[in-house]
């Protein structure tokens, strides 16, 4: 049994801990506009609609930069692309909190999108490089809990710099915290092909994987032949159904919980959290699910899709009764269940990406995969505003999102089966079997 050298754990700690960090941040700056959301639409005299947009255009704008963010990602390396990403965020968050008009602050949102889209694909490149395929999907979970972890603290935090301080100040301090973050990644990270591994190293990184060359690096060709795979577009349109619900919860369920059950804000900012600790324990046990369902010889491909269909259609199963209970206690433990699962489902997707492809097409698969969620999610809000608007009510908001989930469950059950390969891979003799 080859063993994981004491340089080898140090560099993992230090990538899982800061890709973490980075994470909590994004989907803290990501809440900022949901948890000001009354504030903002008083100050700038915005309706349900335009709020719906302008969480919208953030969603639009970061679903169309995953596409060339990837091959980006691939070439560039994380250390890179996930510095200069998180800068630009966290400046477009800064200036959120100086805008006096709707088409400044979408201007400020776009950018926030566009910043923002490196995170999570470079997150599932630096997994792929440092950690070995039988070991990755507890590292993708715990660094993708920060989307959890970061929503699950933004209405306690945040709430508090709102109340304290204004929606304008709470942005500001929001964007200074963020280029604080992305000053320590770029000192503290190197990517694998800059760091001189020796034999014993390479050999537990690429235990039970195909062989590949160290250097090698994504080409436009290779980028445009994953456009041909049903993998690819299994995994696209599947994604969609997860982060529709995802982004429907994150941008409205403040406003939800306000609007349909009647509770302040401050009331609000402390019960929000409580269905995101929920979707943390979601995403941290679809890790350890797929890695045990490998352990005991599932193979990698599977072992990543099963979490995702259950999470799915338990998401679907809890949703539907949320929207109808008149009981707030009932409201939020099915919420809870609902969060749960989805966010089990989110976290599998991204472990799926560090094993459905070759080593240096994750990054681009991931974000091609990241591009379908976040295109079908980014209607979430504004299609929710809508039915806010025209009925008053988030019930039938409630039940497009679980119907969502469900057809997207079918997908990844029937389209997602086979492993994308590479031409150029020499099969190991000790390579797991991925079949479906």
């Known amino acids: 049994m080859l063993q994981k050298s004491p340089r080898l754990k140090r ?42 947009l302008l969480l919208s255009a953030f969603s639009f704008a970061y679903a169309f930069s995953q596409l060339p963010i990837g091959i980006l990602l691939d070439r560039f390396g994380a250390r890179v692309m996930l510095g200069l990403g998180m800068f630009v965020w966290s400046a477009a968050q800064l200036c959120g909190g100086l ?61 508090v710099l709102l109340l304290t301080f204004g929606w304008r100040t709470m942005f500001i301090v929001m964007g200074v915290l963020g280029i604080a973050v992305s000053i320590g990644w770029y000192l503290a990270y190197r990517d694998r092909r800059n760091i001189p591994l020796d034999s014993q190293e390479v050999a537990f990184l690429t235990q039970g994987e195909p062989e590949q060359r160290a250097d090698r690096r994504m080409t436009m060709r290779e980028w445009r032949a994953l456009f041909s795979k049903s993998t690819t577009w299994g995994m696209i349109f599947g994604n969609m159904g997860v982060i529709y619900m995802v982004w429907l919860y994150l941008t409205w369920l403040p406003a939800y919980l306000e609007h349909e059950r009647h509770l302040t804000i401050a009331h609000t900012g402390w019960l929000v959290s409580i269905p995101y600790l929920f979707g943390t324990l979601g995403m941290l046990s679809s890790g350890f699910v797929a890695d045990g369902l490998m352990a005991r010889g599932m193979a990698p491909m599977r072992s990543r899709k099963w979490p995702i269909c259950v999470g799915l259609l338990g998401a679907a199963l809890f949703t539907v009764p949320a929207a109808f209970t008149p009981n707030l206690t009932l409201a939020m433990i099915y919420l809870c269940a609902a969060m749960y699962f989805v966010n089990m489902a989110s976290g599998a997707c991204w472990a799926l990406a560090t094993v459905a492809a070759p080593r240096h097409m ?75």
């Open 11 to 52: 560099i993992q700690v230090v990538a899982i801990t800061f890709l973490t960090l980075a994470g909590i941040v994004n989907y803290l700056d990501r809440s900022t506009l949901s948890i000001a959301n009354h504030s903002v639409s008083q100050e700038l005299g915005l309706s349900a609609s335009q709020m719906g």
């Open 362 to 436: 994750v990054a681009s698969l991931g974000s091609i995969q990241n591009f379908g969620g976040y295109f079908g999610g980014s209607f979430a809000p504004f299609i929710t505003g809508i039915v806010v608007d025209k009925t008053h009510s988030f019930v039938n908001a409630f039940l497009i999102s679980a119907g969502i989930a469900f057809a997207a469950a079918l997908v990844y059950i029937f389209v997602v089966r086979t492993r994308i390969e590479d031409s150029e891979t020499v099969v190991s003799p000790v390579a797991l079997s991925d079949l479906p």
């Open 99 to 159: 805008v006096t008009s709707l088409p400044q602050f979408l201007v400020a949102r776009v950018a926030l999108g566009i910043g923002e889209a490196p995170n999570f694909p470079a997150g599932a490149k630096v997994v792929s490089e440092w950690f070995g395929v039988h070991e990755r999907g507890r590292p993708t979970g715990i660094f993708i809990t920060s989307s959890t972890i970061g929503p699950a603290l933004a209405p306690p935090v945040l709430t």
